[in-house]
Each structure stands twice: as structure tokens, then as C-alpha cells.
């Protein structure tokens, strides 16, 4: 455990996105975890919360904690809204739940008990608790209905942007809209409708990615969205030189996700953790094995598996988790360990130790700092 | 066709490489094409030829030209020695390729012709031509005798360092040598097998690629080969914000070989121009079926068919590329078209406009001055 220094003095780092945000770092951290969320915002970042997990309940209880821990400054919530997934025309979300569950072949449930079975996991004693989650029209709403009660600065929104009028009712509440793109076509897409800031992701990031990388992505959504919309670098990006280099490609800050899952103040899975401190950048893949979607996680006899000839293919989202959602806790706890997987970007070859969330904010300034500090002696000549 | 304007006035670009070699930009031009190696290094870069492609005889009258038109600005040949392929151990290069067409299976050669007839591609009539190029030890050894006979600045490897009596003989005629690497691990091995520069190569290249991107692969490499190796970065880099991208990773410079192909110079194929002008970067996928290793192309009916399950899967280098050697001519001038891929990287999309190779040197730069500027901006506040 590292002690957690002061603040590093450092030069101003002022872009569009800290002016309007009165925030002192252009560095967005999105994580699942709301004691993350809060110390990030309080280094001088924005934590965002990623709602995904949490019931319209949980979610109340999980922003009041970062309401009354944040100290005062800024943060954002992070849902999920896809345009496209199996059920948005399947009424509401326990209908959902009860159609999409008779969907699911048998013969994708025998090929996971098999796969469980070989790697030693317990079998399920209990039914499976909450499987859609908040990555359905149906889910994410009433988050977006909750967050707004709180005094947010930022609703994000991973696949695509959200639906218009979820867009004008955050800015009718003054909070700003983001929207992850993979591309400059989506990126155009999102500020058409109503998206502020977009977050071009690449496709070495963690979670849903596309295929084209962070260093030919930002330029080209740089250009394809025009000066008027903020642009934030993601995929990649977890030290001082890459953010360095997310600004020179012309974005106004970064957005890093998967640097905060071994802070201190995450809660990672115990079995996971070791794991992503111990990966190179080589051991992630993009696998389709959790959401049916394309996403990057630790390559792991679950990615394999799935991949596998014996594989019988991947459900559509939100089916394939629907799926594996009363697996994963019993892989977290049981069995040889081998199936334990996360998504997690490349950058997780970076990620070797475990330090306090304020440390990673300041390590990333200095390194920052140090990066344009060579490039001027460079080009001064 | 633009006018070729006036160099940059620019501010100095100085970094160890740029020293070292005695030239203005730290920009290496990676090409097959001799006219576009003698431009860029007229034009204050380094131009380094692929020998790939040219028997002995040829590469010596490719080098005796480019002495004749460089202006005594410095240049580079890059040669392929894998440190493995099928045959190495087969004799000469006589042998070898006698040896390995025996073991073409059958059931390669007729998918191939299946392949082509369906899209109209004329049949043979004449037998295959040089099928091994240069891609064994067997048959780039000889380049690189015929290479150290000319003025060069730069020996580079790809696929691996070149082995340890090249590396010693380049050295001993003041050589530097240079190696491909695509993740940490090979870099450091390359640096003890006595390269000088590493190349490190992100995903989105065009060509031989590992899996990791450019922007978690260059911080990676440079602090594994230590202060005293100098790194260029390579992959996605095609404009100023991806060189200014490279350097604030750490690197001393950039390495750049798909842009070349879409320059007034280049003798790219006929029917690939309009697809590299036309292609986004979404277009590309990385591909075993051009030379039995991974690598970056077009995404064509061609690397399509090679992964549908028709498919016989991929042969090993070199005998992929020997099973396809007498197709890849009459694919570029008969048939439907959809078959005609070629090698690129992710920055196609970025490549709409045939300029002349000075053009896109100073394009680079005044981009890159200007990413600086605003990176100045952005931290003094």
C-alpha cells in the first residue's frame, strides 16, 4: 500500500471540458464503484458511476453515498441504452425477463453447466436473481429517472446515445450528455441527436469496443463532429503519456475505466484481482461470451471456451447474459479458478499495483506533465 | 494533383533519431517503391526500401537509383528474416522451394482455384514466377550483402531481429540496424541480439501486426529497452496529431508505410488505388491469408473467403504466399475486382487524396506543430 501524496504541483491543465465543468483535470473515471467515483472527483477528476449493476433502488442508496461524500464537486452517471437488442418490443421489464428467458436454447444451457462442471464450479443452489440489468430501454430508464433527482453533471451512455428524450429531459435538468462512439459515422450520429460530448473509445479499451484504435479514432471523430463538440480519448489510456497523446490527437480530456479496477478503493472480485494485476497487454480479447455484444476482457478459459469448437455461439444481447448471469458468482467463489474473467483494456499490462485512486489521478498529471515537458525540448530544437 | 508546395517553416523537429541520422523529421517512410523512398528523404525524412519483392539483381539496380536520386540524403532497406518459417532447415533457396511446393496439399490449390474462378479471374497460362521472395534466410541474406555495398543509413528487420553475424556485419559498416517488434517481450530481445532502434508496432498497422494497439504499446516498449535504445512508433500514424501522439508515448520518432501507397510516386496497383482512396478504417482486418502470419489488409471477398468455412484454413509461411504468388497477378488485372486486396493499415480511412510524398511530409509536420501548440495551450492555461 502505497502512502498518498499531495497533490503534485503542476501547471494549469485547462481544456473546454475542465472550464465547464469546474473541474481541475480533464480525466473522467468510469467506474462501477461509487467510493471510486467519489475520490477521483475529489482528486480533481470526475468519477462516473457506472449504473449498469444497480436496481433503481440500489442505485438511490449508492448515489445519496456519493452525494454525501464527494465533497461538493462534480460527477456523472454512466447508463446504458443500446438501439439494438433482442426485447425493446417485449412490454416491460418483467414481461421482458420472462419471454427472453424461454428464448434461450437448451442447448446453450448445457454447454455452460458442462463448462462449470469441468472447472469444478458449485452447482446453482438458489435461482438467478436480477439478469437483464440496466442495458434495456426498460432497465436503464428508471435509472436515468433517479439520477437526475441527484445533483449529477454528466449522463453518459454507453452504445449509442440516448433516446432523444431521455437527452432533453438531462438537459432540461442542466446535466450534460455524453455518448460513447467507436467511430466518426456513430460520433456524427450522437451529436445529431443531442449527444455534448463524445467519448471515442478504441478498440484496445475495456468493455464494449469497436475494431478501429484510439490513435486513428480521435482524429477522425475530432474532425467528423467539428469544433463545437467536446471530445474526450478513451481506450488505452492509463498513464501521463497517454493522456499526453489523447490531447495531441485533438481530444479536450480522457475518459479511463479499467486503471480503477486495482485502486484501493475498488471492489474487484477477490478472484480477479490477482489476475489483473498479474495480465500483460497481450492477455485480453474481444469476446462476445458476456453481453453478446463485442467486449474486452482477460483472456481466460471462459473467452476460450466460448470460442471453441465446441461453442454452440453467442445469444444476442441481453440474452447472453441472461444466460451466465447465476454462473458468475458461483465462479467467483468456486472451482479451479480458470473461468474467472473480466473485462478489462490492454492497458492492463500496465496495472501492477495496487494504489490509492488520488495517487493514480496525480501519477497521470506528473507523467503528463513530464511527456509535454519533453515534446517542447523537442520541437524548440 | 496538388501543387508541391514549399517546405514548412516549422520549428525545429530534433530527437535523438534525427540526430543521429542527420535528417530534419524524425519520419521513416517505409516503402516498396524506390521513388518514394528518394522523395521523402529528399524531403527532410528517411525513405527505407521493402526488399522484399526483388531478387539480388534487381534490389542492386533498385539502390543504384535511389543513390542516383536521394541527393545524398540518407535512406534505409528493410529486409524480412523470421526467425521462423517452414524450410528453414531445407537447404538452399533452390531446394526450398521445390521441397515446399511438394507440400502444398491439394486441397489448398483447388479452394484457390475454385476461389478465383468464381470471380472471373483469368486462368493460368504461364507457371508461377518468384513464389519465395525474400522472406526466408535463405533468401534475404543475399539482399542484404547487395544492400551494404550502398550508402545506407539503415538496416531494418521485420518479423524479428535479423540474426547476430547480420546485425555484426551492418555495425561493422556503420550501419545501424533496426527491428519490428510488437510487444515488450521482442523488443528486449531484439536490443540483446544488437538492434539499435526498435520499431514498435501497434495492431492497427498495416502489414505484420501483433494484437496490441499503438497507444499501450509504445510507453510499454520504451521502458522496457531502457534509455539508451531508441524507439520509433509505428501503427496508426498517418497525420501531424498521430506524430505528436508518438512522440508524447515516449517514442523519438515515427515510422510510417501505408500513407506511401496513395502518393503521386507509388506504383500501387491500379485496382487498389480507388479501394485504399475509398476505404475507411473500418475497413481492415488482420488476416493469415497473404502470407500464412497475421497482418493487416483490405477486408475483400478475398480475406473473407479465406475465413468462411470453406475455407482449408491458412498454410504456414512462406508456403501461403507460394500457393498464391501466380493469383495475386491475374486477380489485379482480371476478374470481377473483389478479390484485389493489398496491405494496409487502420490509417486508410485518413488516405482519400493522392499528393506527392514531400506534400504529405510537410503536412505532417505543420499538423504536428500545431498539435504541439494547442498542447501548450492546454497546460500553461
Redesign the interface.
Known amino acids: 500500500m502505497q502512502f498518498c501524496s499531495d497533490p503534485p504541483r503542476v ?5 473546454r471540458v475542465t472550464e465547464q465543468f469546474g473541474i481541475e483535470y480533464p480525466i473522467f473515471a468510469f467506474s462501477h464503484c461509487r467510493d471510486v467515483v467519489a475520490a477521483v472527483s475529489r482528486a480533481g477528476g470526475m468519477g462516473v458511476l457506472g449504473a449498469l449493476y444497480f436496481t433503481p433502488e440500489e442505485l438511490e442508496l449508492e448515489l445519496k453515498w456519493i452525494d454525501e461524500h464527494v465533497g461538493g464537486k462534480p460527477y456523472g452517471v454512466d447508463v446504458v441504452m443500446p438501439a439494438k437488442y433482442e426485447g425493446a418490443d417485449l412490454g416491460d421489464a418483467e414481461e421482458l425477463v420472462g419471454k427472453l428467458q424461454g428464448m434461450i436454447p437448451a442447448e446453450h444451457r448445457q454447454f455452460l453447466e458442462n463448462l462449470l462442471e469441468e472447472h469444478g464450479v458449485e452447482p446453482s443452489t438458489e435461482s438467478a436473481g436480477r439478469v437483464l440489468l440496466g442495458w434495456t430501454d426498460q432497465t436503464a430508464r428508471p435509472q436515468v429517472e433517479i439520477a437526475l433527482k441527484h445533483p449529477i453533471a454528466l449522463l453518459a451512455s454507453a452504445l449509442g446515445p440516448p433516446p432523444a428524450d431521455v437527452a432533453e429531459l438531462a438537459h432540461q435538468h442542466g446535466v450534460k450528455v455524453g455518448g460513447l462512439a467507436s ?2 459515422r456513430h460520433a456524427r450520429k450522437q451529436v445529431e441527436a443531442g449527444v455534448d460530448i463524445i467519448i471515442a473509445q ?3 479499451a475495456g468493455g464494449h469496443t ?11 471523430v475530432v474532425d467528423a463532429v467539428g469544433e463545437d463538440t467536446i471530445v474526450l480519448a478513451a ?3 492509463g ?1 501521463g ?2 493522456m ?7 481530444a479536450d480530456g480522457v475518459w479511463t475505466g479499467s486503471i480503477w479496477l486495482t485502486v484501493d478503493e475498488a471492489d474487484t472480485p477477490e478472484r480477479a484481482l490477482p489476475k489483473l494485476l498479474a495480465a ?3 492477455d485480453t480479447v474481444r469476446s462476445r461470451a458476456w453481453t453478446g455484444k463485442p467486449a474486452r476482457f482477460l483472456k481466460t478459459a471462459w473467452t476460450e471456451a466460448w470460442e471453441s469448437e465446441k461453442s454452440p455461439g453467442y445469444l444476442p444481447m441481453p440474452m447472453q447474459f441472461m444466460l451466465i448471469a447465476d454462473a458468475l458468482p458461483r465462479i467467483a467463489r468456486s472451482g479451479d479458478g480458470e473461468l474467472v474473467t473480466f473485462p478489462v ?3 492492463v ?2 496495472m501492477n499495483q495496487v494504489k490509492p485512486a488520488a495517487q493514480v489521478v496525480y501519477d497521470l498529471i506528473e507523467e503528463y ?1 513530464e ?2 515537458e ?3 525540448t ?4
Do not use: H, K, W
Request: hydrophobic share 35%.
Open positions: 501547471e494549469t491543465v485547462r481544456t467511430n466518426a478504441g478498440t484496445e469497436g475494431d478501429v484504435s484510439t490513435m486513428v479514432l480521435i482524429p477522425e481506450g488505452g489510456i498513464r503519456r497517454q499526453a497523446a489523447g490531447l495531441a490527437l485533438g500483460t497487454s497481450r483494456g490492454q492497458i499490462g500496465s506533465v511527456s509535454i519533453r515534446l517542447n523537442i520541437t524548440e530544437g
